[in-house]
C-alpha cells in the first residue's frame, strides 16, 4: 500500500467527433428477429409456364384476390390470372389472358380495383383489361382500352399512388407518357403528357407517397427526379462510382435506395438525399453476382427488401433517419433461384399469423411460383397494433382531373385489423361507372385478333369492398341463392368426370374454410362489442 503519495487514474481518452468508441452500438428493433417463412408444396403454383424472357421486370403482380405471371404464348405474347386461392398443379390448357403481338414485357394490377390490370408489349401497346369475377373459361382477348402513342416497345407501366385512372408507361422511344384513362373511347391514340428529358432507354420508375415527384433510372446510369405534370427535371445524379439500375422512394423519409452495380462491377446499394443527388448519403457492395437487384420498401414497418434476379436469397435491413441509416437485419436463404418476383399489398396479408410482407417467387427451373411470408415471431395470436400501423387503402384520394390540373393529396389509410374500416372517410366521385353486375366471360369463340370491349360487364370495383367490411359483401352473395362461392349453379353443370368432382370437392372445402374464417370474425366482433359494453357500464356506475 502506498503511503504519503497518492496515485491518479488516467482520465479517459476523449472522443473526437469523427472518432468511434470500441463500443458496439446496439440498437432495440421489434423487426430484429423477422424470419423467412416458404409455403408448403401444396399452398404453391405448379406447373406454371413462366416466360424466358431476359428484360429484367418482375413479371409477375399480385393482389388480393388474383395472381398474374407472365408466360410464354406462341404467335404472342399473354399472362395468366390465376385465383389466390388455387394453389396445386395448374391445369396446362389453363385459360390465358391474350391479345398483344408481341411479348408482354410488364402487368401491374390496379391499386383501386382488384379486377383491373395493365399491360405492355413489344407491339408497342399498352392494353387495360378486365378480369371477370369467376374463373375463365377460355382464354380473355377483349381488353377494355387500348393506349397508342409509343413508336418502339413498352418496357414499364406505373400507377399513380393516389389519382384513380392515372397511368404511366415507360418504352424504348426514351419517353415517358402520361395517360388518363378516365375517357369513353376504347382506343386512346394520345397521351396527357409526355416526359422526354431522357436520352436512353428508361429502366425503373417509382413514385413518392402522395405521386408529386417521379424518380427513374435510365440506361445512362442516371438518377432523374422528375415532375411528373411538368416532365422537367428537379434533380439528376452525375456521380460517377454508382451506376444505377433500379430506384426507389423510401415512403416520407425524403430519401432514394438505389441499386446498380459499383466500378469494380460489384452489386452495390446507395442512399440518396432526394433534394441533393449530387453525393449518395451510404453506399454498401454486396457481392460480385451480375443479376439486377430488386427493391423493395415497405414503408409501414421501415423495412427494405433486395431480392436479386437469379439468386436465392432475400436480404433485408431496418432504414431509418439517423446514421447508419441502413442497418442489416438478415436474409432468407433459399436454394431456388427466382427469375421474377411479386409482393403481396398490405390488405391482403395474413395478421393473424403476423405476417407483415409476402413474396411470390418466379422459379423457373421447377415452372413453381412459390410464396415466401416475411414473419415476426410473437407468441400472441391477438392483433398485433405496434407491427401494423394505418396502411393506404384501396381508395384513391384523387380523382385524374384533380391530380392534372395540380392538386397532391396523400393517400387514404386503412386500418388492418379485421372488420375495421377506413380511417378516413373523404368522399371520391368515382372516376367511370361502376356496374353491380358480374362480368361474364365472353361466349364468342376465339379470335386471332384481340378486340375491344363493346359492351358494359365490368367487373365490380374493389372501391366498393374496401368501403364495406369483406363478410357484408360476402353476406349479400350468400343471400343469392343461385350463387355458391361466386359460381352460377345455372352455368355449371353438376359433375360429370373425376376432375370436375375434384374441382367441386374443392371448391367446396374453400367455401366451408371461408366460412369458418367468418364465422371466426363475427365472434372476435361479438367479444369486442362485449367488452366495450363493459367498459361503458364500468364508466356510468357511479352515476
Known sequence: MWKGTSRLRPSPPVLRPNQMSWHPQYRSSKFRHVYGKPASKENCYDSVPITRSVHDNHFCAVNPHFIAVVTECAGGGAFLVIPLHQTGKLDPHYPKVCGHRGNVLDIKWNPFDDFEIASCSE??????????????????TTYRKELVGHSRRVGLVEW?????NI?????????????????????????????????????????NTNGSLLATTCKDRKIRVVDPRRGIILQEANYKGHRANKVLFLGNLRKLLSTGTSRWNNRQMALWDQDNLSMPLTEEDLDGSSGVLFPFYDSDTGML????KGDGNIRYYEVSTEKPH????????????????????????????????????????KSLIEPVSMIVPRRSESYQEDIYPPTAAAQPSLTAYEWLSGINREPIMMSLRPGSELLDSQPVPPERPISKSVAQVSPRP????????????????SLLEEKTPKWTTEHRLEEKSWLTNGFDVFECPPPKTENELLQMFYRQQEEIRRLRELLIQREVQTKQLELEIKNLRMGLGPF
Open 123 to 140: 407491339d408497342c401497346t399498352i392494353k387495360i383489361w378486365n378480369i371477370p369475377k369467376q374463373l375463365l373459361a377460355r382464354n380473355l
Open 160 to 164: 399513380h399512388p393516389t389519382a384513380a
Open 167 to 207: 397511368l404511366f408507361s415507360a418504352g424504348y422511344d426514351y419517353k415517358v407518357m402520361v395517360w388518363n384513362l378516365d375517357t369513353k373511347e376504347s382506343v386512346i391514340a394520345s397521351p396527357m403528357r409526355t416526359i422526354t428529358c431522357h436520352q436512353d432507354v428508361i429502366l425503373s420508375m417509382s413514385f
Open 305 to 308: 427488401y433486395i431480392v436479386g
Open 326 to 365: 441502413l442497418t442489416y437485419l438478415t436474409e432468407y436463404r433459399s436454394y431456388n433461384p427466382q427469375k421474377g418476383i411479386g409482393i403481396m399489398p398490405k390488405r391482403g396479408l395474413d395478421v393473424s399469423s403476423c405476417e407483415i410482407f409476402r413474396f411470390y417467387k418466379l422459379i423457373t427451373t
Open 446 to 461: 376465339l379470335e386471332a385478333m384481340a378486340q375491344p370491349v363493346t359492351g358494359g360487364g365490368q367487373p365490380p370495383c
